[in-house]
């Protein structure tokens, strides 16, 4: 089993900022590429950021130049570094790993339960 636990998220006033981690456990060979999505009330799931094995990022437009996503390969974690954030980058954030098994090479998308990131003065 695989599986993808967040942590990080909370209140935060505009203009803070928050570190996401997200960390693969259980039976896994390799991850490929992992990414963080967020989801706000009524609105569909976006990729915020992606991260391949090699370290190769990718942004959404919206959040270029304030969040960094990274990877420690070494323990199976993605982050997500939020700085100057605003009210609109309220939502759940969840991550997602492209991640294969020891018996099977066969890839998988694996999500976290999700971390609420809330900003609000």
């Known amino acids: 089993q695989v599986q993808l636990v967040e942590s990080g998220g909370g209140l935060v006033q505009p203009g803070g900022s928050l570190r996401l981690s997200c960390a693969a456990s259980g039976s896994i060979s390799r991850i490929n590429a992992m990414a963080w999505y967020r989801q706000a009330p009524g609105k569909q799931r976006e990729l915020v950021a992606r991260?391949?094995?090699?370290?190769?990022?990718n942004y959404a437009d919206s959040v270029k130049g304030r969040f960094t996503i990274s990877r420690d390969n070494a323990k199976n974690t993605v982050y997500l570094q939020m700085n100057s954030l605003k009210s609109e980058d309220t939502a759940v954030y969840y991550c997602n790993g492209d991640i294969s098994r020891p018996e099977s090479p066969w890839y998988s998308g694996y999500w976290g339960q999700g971390t609420q990131v809330t900003v609000s003065s």
């Open positions: 991260i391949t094995s090699g370290g190769s990022t």
